[in-house]
């Protein structure tokens, strides 16, 4: 090989017909066969996609078939020119690209015609000049259309364009005639004059990235020589450009080059180091640039722009709607659309354009950035930083119109919820003042009319006020108490947070004895049995199970090379079943060990469902298949029939039947061996959810047209759910099977009857519902939403609680089978446990990225999570009681050195348990005498230190007890000040009585004097 091997790879430009690393496409076979076939076509994509190289190659080959072919690039005419100066200049380059220049000379052949409008002059060398002089077949090729978009008249020439195609109705010679337009646009770009047809005619030809099998041929020779396995390499570089063109070369040459300079560097290197690292000034030809400035090119729709692509990136992949952003978006190349779904172009686009870009590029765009770091920087917790009255006015200008990061969103909203809160604080303290006046006003009046009353009444209160004084004083010390174990736990909480305990053993094993204690408090408190909906305050419980989870970590189900998508536990809950974008499913025991890989789909794999026995499991996937498996991991049945990706599967009650829904507009129901049984049609759009009913008589499915349906099981319709303004994104049958729920995209939730009646709407969520869920005995639900919250609501639409706490849109929503518990799971790499009053029970935060999926098992003491990194993770879920049990266990060594401290928890010297756990302790126990044994050994000077540690332990004891009599005295001196107070006050009642007396006797006279 030379030094100069990597000049083979062309990076930008247009390929030439005969280059050797040009990558035939499907594309190219598809536009050929369309041109030869005289069918108008375009090919719309974003730039450096290889449209130029395309257009070469597909030139040569239609003019080696007798076609005589034109090409016109528009950008060289210009768009600041007049339309006769454009007309004239297209006419002149048709002219020299036919090589009709001795044929006529063009500017005489324009001042002969100058009378008449420019679209007419085309019109006329069309059909007078080029369709009469060339007698073969033509196609007119005009690249970088888009480059006219915002001229005037470009209306005119597109319509006239179509007008060729309508005129093959009446002049055969327009079947000799083709259009192919190359650009950055869409078919609506073309003619945007709503008073036109617009421009719908005409093949689209779809121009992709290239796969391996494609590349493989042209390009593994130049990788010959330069490295071990060019095959693989190539692979691998494939992997990182998505198969881009302009990368895919531009990676070739760098391997190339790098190989002939001697330097031993892996791909991975390759591509950090000289294309992603500071790539603003590696990019010398301006191919992110190009992406960067499309995206940010009009900053109202910048905002836009970003927002959008920041839920590609949070959530992997979103629904493709065809919107007027997720096209400019795809135009940018920064993201395709596959199986219906928008996702991130390529890994190197993912890494150059991350989150951090995205933030840095709203953070410019956004007026209040300096409020809104401030803001995030504390955690999202600082409310000083959130914006009032005028400032939050002008943001929600600002914001108006433009799809905001999940961020922005919770930023704005945390800011008008503070502002109502000041706002209707305001006035309820203007309130307050005008009832007191009014009270104070209305007693004088009474306190005069009735006069000598007074007296008797006055006792009476002292007396009622005495007792009254008792029974609150009973009651403040209740909520004294209560307090401050809610403060005790905020602030083992806090230090959690801020990760004080995370250096040492010694240091968690303190905040844990920290926690012990805070427990231990609330447990003599509700050791009653009460449930835990009636505890007095819930931080302590979740203080102890976040100390708990520094020293333990759940079954991490590590496997799978790909996303996870979703879990599902066995209805005995002792097998878990996963679902991945790497084409399987698996099942695991509850340790985290694989027992099946279940292969067979040639797809990503959407969703898996075990059985109601728990003896098959079905899976969903985007090869257009459901199918059946045992524990065994054999494939038993495949569903085959769909025509789009199968999103959804869940199997019936009695074990008899299936049902999927589908992209394809569908949802379908089988037997267990396969067949099909019934297909479900009405939907106008894709089937994202199906639900069956337990008694077995009914399905319900949710689609992107805005309804949900149900039927019954041999396909027929029976209602049609409509008053959603959005796509409805899951639905679910209540467990008595009388009513259904349904989430939307518009922000509601709504409950219906087996009708299609609409019995309430759930409003509240400020954005997309994503999941809905009914507890157990049906009489609350359960939403999860994009605005990073979730909801508990009763039956009639009102809402009982809001869970607030995730950072990040909320993806599921589950309950607990006993219905006290709910999990959640969102995209800020958390899952949440929750009690019915909306505090946060505990929080698993052990995921690298996103979470898809959350499930709770049968018996309500585990959850199981699916994250995009790649694992599931299961975690026990504990009661309070069962918590203080496991941090004695786990306290053991530390009350070795801190003895005093297992004296204060009195819970941790109850008998528990029989049979093993005493084996258990035993051994426990006797490993301590031995670590008490070693540690006596040590000798004289040790135990003077512990000595004198006890010595200033019992000094401190001292100190509190006296601080403590201090204490006591003064509340004892605050109380007697306090009777006094109300002695004195009864003594002025006493006056006040006797003063009124005297006036109301007085009065007596006065009226008795007068006749």
């Known amino acids: 090989m030379t030094n100069k091997q990597s000049t083979v790879y062309k990076v930008g430009g247009s390929l030439g017909h005969d280059e050797l690393t040009y990558v035939t496409r499907k594309a190219d076979h598809e536009l050929y066969q369309a041109l030869m076939a005289r069918e108008f076509c375009y090919v719309l994509n974003s730039r450096q996609m290889g449209k130029s190289s395309l257009r070469v190659r597909t030139m040569e080959k239609l003019k080696n078939a007798g076609v005589a072919c034109g090409s016109i690039d528009v950008t060289r005419i210009g768009n600041q020119v007049t339309s006769q100066q454009w ?115 005409g093949r689209d030809i779809q121009l992709t990235g290239f796969t391996f099998e494609e590349a493989k041929p042209p390009l593994v020779p130049g990788l010959v020589g330069q490295v071990d396995n060019p095959e693989q390499v190539l692979g691998e570089i494939v992997h990182w450009t998505g198969g881009q063109p302009f990368l895919t070369q531009r990676l070739c040459r760098l391997v190339v080059e790098t190989s002939e300079s001697g330097n031993s560097l892996s791909l991975e290197q390759i591509v950090r180091s000289q294309i992603i690292e500071n790539w603003e000034t590696q990019d010398e030809q301006e191919h992110f640039k190009t992406i960067r400035d499309r995206i940010l090119r009009n900053e109202q729709r910048a ?92 943001a929600e200008q600002w914001s108006s119109g433009k799809a905001l990061s999940d961020l922005d969103s919770q930023f704005l909203r945390a800011s008008q919820v503070l502002d109502k809160r000041e706002v209707q604080k305001a006035l309820a303290a203007e309130k307050e003042a005008s009832q007191i006046l009014a009270k104070a006003q209305a007693k004088a009046k009474r306190t005069i009319s009735r006069g000598g009353i007074v007296l008797g009444l006055s006792l009476v209160a002292v007396i009622v006020a005495v007792v009254t004084g008792i029974k609150a004083r009973e009651k403040i010390e209740e909520a004294k108490t209560d307090m401050q174990l809610e403060r005790e736990g905020l602030g083992i909480i806090v230090q959690l947070q801020d990760n004080v305990c995370c250096g040492t053993s010694t240091e968690k094993q303190k905040l844990l004895y920290l926690a012990m204690e805070t427990g231990q408090e609330l447990y003599n408190i509700v050791k009653d049995g009460r449930p835990l909906d009636q505890y007095p305050v819930i931080s302590p419980v979740y203080a102890l199970q976040q100390s708990i989870s520094k020293f333990r970590e759940g079954a991490v189900l590590t496997g799978h090379p790909d996303e996870v998508k979703d879990v599902a536990f066995s209805p005995d ?54 199918r059946i498996w045992d524990l065994q991991g054999n494939q038993l049945a495949v569903l ?30 089988w037997d267990t061996k396969g067949n099909e049984l019934a297909v479900l049609k009405g939907h106008k759009r894709a089937v994202i959810d199906v639900a069956l009913s337990r008694d077995r008589q009914r399905v319900a499915t949710a689609s992107e047209d805005k309804t949900a349906r149900i039927w019954d099981l041999q396909g027929n319709q029976l209602a049609v759910l409509t008053g959603h303004q959005e796509k409805v994104t899951s639905v679910k049958f209540s467990s008595d099977g009388q009513r259904l729920a349904t989430a939307s995209y518009d922000k509601t939730a709504r409950i219906w009857d087996l009708q299609g009646n609409q019995l309430a709407v759930l409003t509240g969520h400020q954005n997309r519902v994503t999941d809905v869920a009914f507890s157990r005995d049906g009489q609350r639900l359960a939403t999860a939403s994009s605005d990073g919250t979730a909801r508990i609501w009763d039956l009639q639409g009102n809402q009982l609680a ?120 035993g051994k426990r126990q006797e490993a301590r005498g031995k670590r008490q044994e070693a540690m006596r050994l040590l000798g004289a000077p040790r135990e003077a230190l512990r000595l004198n540690k006890e010595a200033m332990r019992v000094q401190k004891e001292a100190i509190r007890l006296e601080n403590e009599a201090i204490r006591l005295e003064n509340e004892a001196i605050r109380l007697e000040n306090e009777a006094m107070n109300i002695n004195n006050e009864a003594i002025r009642l006493d006056r006040e009585a006797i003063r009124l007396d005297r006036k109301v006797l007085r009065l007596d006279r006065e009226a008795q004097g007068n006749p």
């Open 802 to 921: 809001v869970l607030i706490g995730h950072q990040d849109s909320v993806y599921s929503v589950e309950f607990s089978p006993d219905g006290q518990r709910l999990a959640t799971v969102s995209l800020d790499k958390t899952a949440r446990i929750w009690d019915l009053q909306g505090n946060q029970l505990d929080v698993l935060e052990e995921h690298k990225y996103s979470e898809y999926s959350v499930e709770l098992s049968p018996d309500g003491q585990r959850l199981a999570t699916a994250s995009f990194d790649k694992t599931a993770r299961i975690r026990a879920l504990e009661s309070l009681d069962d918590m203080l049990a496991r941090g004695c266990e786990l306290l053991q060594d530390y009350f070795v050195e801190h003895p005093e401290a297992k004296d204060r928890l009195t819970v941790c010297h109850r008998e528990q348990g029989t049979g093993k756990s005493q084996e258990a302790r």
């Open 303 to 394: 905002g836009r722009l970003l927002g959008l692509y920041q839920q590609v990136l949070d959530h992997g992949c979103i629904a493709a709607d065809g919107s007027e952003e997720q096209t400019e978006l795809r135009l940018s190349g920064l993201v395709v659309e596959h199986h219906g779904c928008l996702k991130v172009n390529n890994r190197i686009y993912g890494e150059v354009f991350n989150c951090n870009w995205v933030n840095q590029e709203l953070a410019r765009l956004r007026p209040y950035c300096e409020a809104f770091t401030a803001w995030v920087d504390s955690g999202c917790k600082d409310d000083s930083r959130l914006l009032r009255g005028k400032a939050l006015e002008q």
């Open 640 to 669: 085959t029939g769909h025509q789009g990706a199968v999103w959804s599967v869940t199997v019936s009650p009695d074990r008899q039947r299936v049902a999927t829904a589908s992209y394809d507009k569908t949802a379908r129901i």
């Open 87 to 201: 007309y004239g200049s297209l006419i002149r380059s048709l002219a020299k690209s036919f090589k009709l220049n001795t044929k006529i000379q063009v500017i005489p052949w324009l001042k002969e015609r100058e009378k008449f409008s420019q679209v007419q002059w085309l019109d006329e060398f069309i059909e007078s000049v080029i369709l009469e002089e060339i007698r073969q077949p033509i196609v007119i090729f005009l690249d970088e259309i888009d480059s006219i978009i915002k001229v005037n008249f470009k209306d005119d020439f597109l319509a006239l364009i179509r007008a060729c195609y309508n005129q093959r109705a009446e002049n055969p010679a327009y079947n000799r005639l083709t259009f192919c337009l190359l650009g950055v646009a869409t078919a609506a770009d073309l003619i945007q004059d709503k008073q036109r047809t617009p421009f719908n005619i």
């Open 573 to 626: 809950g002792k097998r878990l079943a996963t679902a991945s974008y790497d084409k399987t499913a698996r099942i695991w025991d509850l340790q985290g060990n694989q027992l099946a890989v279940l292969t067979g789909h040639p797809d990503q794999v959407t969703d898996v469902a075990f059985s109601p026995d728990g003896k098959n499991i079905a899976t969903a996937s985007y090869d257009k298949t459901a």
